[in-house]
């Protein structure tokens, strides 16, 4: 069984629209997170949600928005595509949001603004 | 803010190579230090992790030491194998609500 899964694996779309990116985690976590890792493989932090709640938000722009219906999905939604968005997105999760503790990830989305 | 900085890479190495890859940090207060490594086409998997100063992680060979004098923490292997060939990205976990800023990666790539 998957641990953290993520839909869709690749999304080709054009610059203006909207698109959004599911993740599931199985694992009974409550922290779950948003990376971004750019075309030289540079990971960054986006956004990270404990029990729904919205606990990080790296100054990411607002077209931007995560969605936690419960504690083992967090989805995000993209608005007005642009060309500079093309990366891989990461989804992880924790058990708790504390010090030391690990990280699970998913495979990666790999999305291409066209 | 805190930083993670790794040597730069690509790495080119022959089986049964030895291999260190660089990572110091900066950070506010007692981090733990993490190795993820991410094999071709997949996402990031804990490779070992560190907690506290003098702590050593390790797991399939691979060894770090976690630093505080130094504010490093170097993966070494004494013998790398062609399914070593990943990219492997160190990373420290602050106190901010397990925030984990990672270095900017270092391609491994392992010849037979």
């Known amino acids: 069984d998957t641990a953290v899964s993520q839909t869709p694996k690749y999304l080709v779309t054009q610059m203006g629209n909207d698109k959004s990116i599911k993740c599931e985690q199985n694992l009974g976590h409550d922290t779950m997170y948003w990376y971004k890792q750019d075309s030289k493989k540079f990971l960054k932090i986006m956004f990270s949600?404990?029990?729904?709640?919205?606990?990080i938000n790296e100054t990411v722009p607002n077209r931007f928005s995560p969605k936690s219906p419960d504690k083992a999905h967090l989805n995000l939604h993209i608005n007005s595509l642009e060309l500079g968005d093309s990366a891989v997105y990461f989804c992880?999760?924790?058990?708790?949001?504390?010090?030391?503790?690990?990280?699970?990830f998913g495979p990666g989305t790999r999305l291409l603004v066209l | 803010g805190d930083s993670v900085t790794q040597m730069e890479g690509p790495v080119t190495l022959s089986e049964e190579a030895f291999l260190t890859i660089n990572c110091t940090y900066t950070a506010t207060g007692y981090p733990s230090l993490f190795w993820y490594v991410q094999y071709p086409g997949e996402g990031l998997q804990l490779l070992l992790k560190?907690?506290?100063?003098?702590d050593k992680g390790s797991n399939k060979g691979f060894e770090a030491t976690y630093r505080k004098e130094t504010t490093s923490f170097h993966l070494e292997k004494g013998s790398v194998q062609v399914s070593d060939s990943a990219v492997y990205f160190c990373a420290s976990g602050g106190t901010s609500y397990g925030k984990l800023t990672f270095g900017q990666g270092t391609i491994l790539t392992v010849h037979p």
């Open positions: 949600y404990n029990n729904k709640e919205l606990i």
């Open positions: 992880a999760s924790s058990q708790e949001q504390i010090l030391g503790e690990t990280q699970y």
């Open positions: 560190a907690t506290k100063a003098d």
